[in-house]
């Protein structure tokens, strides 16, 4: 805290002041529980906790104040100090590369090319290997995961078509051309997995 100019003060314990915390952090346990035996790897329970704090942040109205949290707190941002990214963001993770995502919507990481959605495009992405797979983050939220042993060019077939909606062409284009640029993908990763043996 003290590299970013703040004073932490803890609250007693058994006092109103941490009683929010604590029943906070319970509710969402408490709905993570709901998708028991159906979360299928750690990106899904990223975009599961996304989804419900934009849930609970947008249109649960807060008992006490009688309007979303997020209204309060987009206030509350106008009163902040901006960050230096380079002295906290690096400073804590343990990224292994920050890269500008191309107009094509893939990112090069080790010789390999791994898509990210359409709207990452001229954004700041970082990448990190763990266990076997790469991560892709955007600002600290997972975006993309896939396996580090994959082809040379890896995607989604969601992500193609996204790219191609994004470019404003109809429904019948991006099918016909998400359809030629998938196969043209697969026959590349095919060829080279053929010079490889």
Known sequence: ??????ELKLCK???????????????????IMAYNNKIYDEFHLYKIIYRLNKTINNQ????????????LFEKEKELLTDLNYAAT????????????????????????????DSKFISKRVSLKEE?????IFYKNIMIGSYNSNDG??????EQIKKFYKSKGLN?????????????RYKDINEQLQQIKK
Do not use: H
């Open 89 to 116: 963001g690096l400073m804590y993770t343990a990224y292994e590369k920050t890269v500008k995502v191309p107009q094509t919507g893939l990112v090069n990481y080790k010789g390999k090319l791994y898509g990210v």
């Open 131 to 135: 266990g076997g797979k790469i991560q």
């Open 60 to 71: 649960v109205n807060n008992q006490f104040l009688g309007r979303p949290p997020i209204i």
């Open 13 to 31: 314990v058994r006092t109103p002041q941490t009683k929010g915390k604590c029943e906070t952090s319970n509710k969402f346990a408490k709905w």
């Open 171 to 183: 429904e019948d284009l991006v099918e016909k051309y998400s359809k030629e640029t998938l196969e």
């Open 152 to 157: 040379k060019i890896n995607y989604t077939p």
């Open 1 to 6: 805290f003290k590299d970013i100019g703040v």
